[in-house]
């Protein structure tokens, strides 16, 4: 009787576990869907992306600028399975650019650390340059551009979101930048005939 006692109590004492364990995941499943995920939209305005170069440095990158007709992010995370299944095509991409067109800005931007990230672009031939958000807040903009990949985005000079896709679908890039010129174009000659 005391054996049947003591496997009834030990059995208790698990159900009791359990379901404290139950209630505890749930109250922080409840607590994760209260907070807005962040998010990026075509149309939006990202100014500049902080983070740390290649060589391990804090650094901002800014988006608005006229030095440039368009800024392409690629996102990236060396351990990503679909991420290394496009990098031969990103490094194809990155080299094939038109010298004759309008200058762009090209930035692959990963959460990982400097030194992984710098590892994986030599390992594909990457000529570009890395931007680490590995400390970037939870609801930042960078936050956000890393939490899908590979993925590709294109802002214009004034830093706003005009094209996303997913990272296999880079020969769309070109595409965007080509309407984004064509906008800039059309805005260079509105505004000269004021």
Known sequence: MKRFQDVALSLLVLAIIARTLHVMVRAQ?????MVPAPTVLIGDTVPALTG??????????SLDSDSYTATV???FHPECVFCD?????WAAHFAAGDPKAAPVRRIAV???LPGPAATHAQQFNWDIDLLSVSGSVEMSPEAFLVSRTPWVYVFDRDGV??????GAEVEH???AMAEIASLSEVARRSESTR
Do not use: N
Request: hydrophobic share 40%; no cysteine; net charge negative.
């Open 29 to 33: 499943s409840a607590d994760d869907t």
């Open 52 to 61: 740390y170069a290649e060589d391990g440095v804090l650094t901002t990158v």
């Open 73 to 75: 992010v690629y996102a």
């Open 85 to 89: 299944l496009v990098a031969s095509e």
């Open 110 to 112: 990963t959460r990982e």
């Open 161 to 166: 979101l005009r094209f996303h896709a997913d």
């Open 173 to 175: 890039v070109d595409q």
